[in-house]
Nanobody, 123 residues
C-alpha cells in the first residue's frame, strides 16, 4: 500500500497557475503509474493525467491541451503537476492515485488515493 498526500491547491483567477504536489510513501513506487483525477461540483471523478513514477507513459486528458506538465523530486518522493492557463471549468478537488495496471485513465484501475486538494478558478 502507498500513502499519498496532495497539496498545492487554492484559489486562483482564470489564466493563473498552480502547482499540485503528490507526496508518496511506500514500497515499489518505481513499478507504479501515478494518475491525477479531479471531481468538480456535481460531477463524476474524471481523468486528468498520468505518468509512470520513474517517467514515461505520460498521457493527458484532451481538455488539458498542453496546459499541464509533470515534474518529479525523488529526494522529496513527490510528483508535481504544473497547471497553467487555468479556466473556471478546471475547478474541483484534485486527487492523486496509484495504479499497478499501467498508465490508464479509468478510475477503477487505481487502488491508492490521496485525500484530495481543492482547486478553485474564478472568472
Amino acid at each position: 500500500q502507498v500513502q499519498l498526500v496532495e497539496s498545492g491547491g487554492g484559489l486562483v483567477q482564470a489564466g493563473g497557475s498552480l502547482r499540485l504536489a503528490c507526496r508518496a510513501n511506500g514500497r515499489g513506487l518505481s513499478n507504479l503509474a501515478m494518475g491525477w483525477f479531479r471531481q468538480g461540483p456535481g460531477k463524476e471523478r474524471e481523468f486528468v493525467a498520468v505518468t509512470n513514477w520513474i517517467g514515461g507513459n505520460t498521457k493527458y486528458a484532451d481538455f488539458v491541451k498542453d496546459r499541464f506538465t509533470f515534474s518529479r523530486d525523488y529526494v522529496k518522493s513527490t510528483l508535481y503537476l504544473e497547471m497553467n492557463d487555468l479556466k473556471p471549468e478546471d475547478t474541483g478537488v484534485y486527487y492523486c492515485a496509484t495504479s499497478r495496471a499501467g498508465a490508464g485513465s479509468a478510475v477503477g484501475e487505481y487502488g491508492d488515493w490521496g485525500q484530495g486538494t481543492q482547486v478553485t478558478v474564478s472568472s
